[in-house]
């Protein structure tokens, strides 16, 4: 069997959150990343997922870097 055929059997291509879940939570777990974005997913015990976040700062975004530098920038250039 050809490499890629086995490791289309064995890997999943997802984001950063699913990951963090499926690896360090047994039964059920939640994984919240805020950088440059934010993104959170939640993993019932019962194996049901929610997710939220994860748009961009155009979709809304607002926990993520770029909105709270802009208002850290509005509120110090107001200062002066």
Partial sequence: MALEAVMRER?????????????????????????TGTNCFLVNPDGQGYKCGGWGHILGDEGSGKPIDGSSSTCLTSLT
Avoid: E, K, S
């Fill in 11 to 35: 890997y999943v291509i997802a984001n950063d959150t699913v990951g963090t879940v499926v690896n360090g939570c047994n039964n059920g777990g939640m994984c919240v990343i805020c950088g």
